[in-house]
């Protein structure tokens, strides 16, 4: 509780929280909200300014090349930015959490082999082999996701494994062993439920590298396919009218902006909050 109460303690954090709290509850809302269709297509009415610039009252944030509703599709791009990045957090919290748990408990040739496997992963930089993977199975949404849990499994896999590490010999672990608890047991009624501090310090980080790789693959065209709205691909495709129609661009990289930094920042509070060191 005292953590907690030290997270809210940070205005920062408390913000960040609000901030993030809109965007999911926008996203959930999306489809119920009075919006038009994010794919419907409005015969002459192709890039037009946002209502303030001299748009029209029924197009608020201005319409795109193909003359569809912008407000419509960065609300129904949110559920599938938020909600994909949140997907391959949960699995990579699971796979990346399981496998450094079971190294860091177990040691020996299992340890060795996943440190190994997490320093080929590591070799290569995150975005390039993100690529690389969705170059072999094919750009899709689902691939795509694969593709960004791969490439976020190495830090998981090393802070479970370090908290393991640092909890695996402590007066508790030893005491229950003494009274006969199982090494199942230890591992996942004694050591694991201290070792959640720093994992939901990373995936509060992780939310956001899922975020930007999913715009980032979107925005290379290995994501999200069209007409289905995701800022990233919508970044990509109005790169062309960043001159002509500067809205075009500035609204969904405003959102990717806008919700990585408020992870980040979060992030930064969670982890001030539940780092014991500070």
């Known amino acids: 509780m005292k953590s907690w109460r030290k997270l809210f303690d940070n205005k920062a954090s408390v913000v960040c929280l609000v901030?993030?709290?809109?965007?999911?509850?926008?996203?959930?809302?999306a489809p119920v909200l009075p919006l038009h269709s994010p794919i419907e297509v409005f015969d002459g009415q192709q890039m037009k300014a946002p209502v303030w610039a001299?748009?029209?009252?029924?197009?608020?944030?201005?319409?795109?090349?193909?003359?569809?509703?912008?407000?419509?599709?960065?609300?129904?791009?949110?559920r599938i930015s938020l909600g994909f990045g949140f997907l391959s957090v949960v699995v990579s919290v699971l796979i990346g959490g399981t496998l450094g748990?079971?190294?860091?408990?177990?040691g020996g040739f299992w340890d060795r082999f996943v440190l190994r496997m997490v320093d080929v992963l590591m070799a290569l930089p995150s975005l390039l082999l993100a690529i690389v993977v969705v170059a072999i199975l094919g750009p899709s949404l689902w691939n795509a996701l694969w593709a960004v849990t791969l490439?976020?499994?190495?830090?998981?896999?090393?802070?479970?494994?370090a908290a393991v590490l640092a909890e695996r010999e402590k007066?508790?672990?030893?005491?229950?062993?003494?009274?006969?608890?199982g090494r199942l047991r230890q591992m996942v009624l004694v050591i694991l439920p201290n070792c959640t501090a720093p994992m939901i310090v990373q995936a509060s980080l992780g939310f956001s590298d899922g975020i930007l790789n999913m715009a980032a693959l979107g925005f290379l065209?290995?994501?999200?396919?069209?007409?289905?709205?995701?800022?990233?691909?919508m970044l990509?495709?109005?790169?062309?009218?960043?001159?002509?129609?500067?809205?075009l661009v500035t609204w969904p990289g405003l959102?990717?902006?806008?919700?990585?930094?408020?992870?980040?920042?979060?992030?930064d509070g969670l982890r001030d909050a539940f780092d014991p060191k500070i």
Not at 151 to 160: A, E, H, Q, T
């Open 101 to 106: 748990v079971t190294a860091g408990f177990f």
């Open 171 to 181: 007066d508790y672990v030893q005491a229950s062993r003494a009274f006969g608890a």
């Open 255 to 267: 959102c990717i902006l806008s919700v990585v930094l408020a992870f980040n920042l979060l992030g």
């Open 19 to 29: 901030f993030l709290s809109f965007w999911v509850l926008l996203a959930l809302l």
């Open 54 to 78: 001299g748009g029209e009252a029924r197009f608020p944030l201005g319409t795109d090349d193909l003359g569809r509703d912008m407000l419509s599709r960065l609300a129904n791009g949110s």
């Open 236 to 247: 990509s495709d109005s790169k062309a009218y960043i001159e002509s129609a500067p809205w």
């Open 221 to 233: 065209g290995l994501g999200a396919q069209a007409p289905t709205p995701e800022w990233g691909a």
């Open 151 to 161: 490439v976020s499994l190495p830090g998981f896999i090393r802070i479970s494994r």
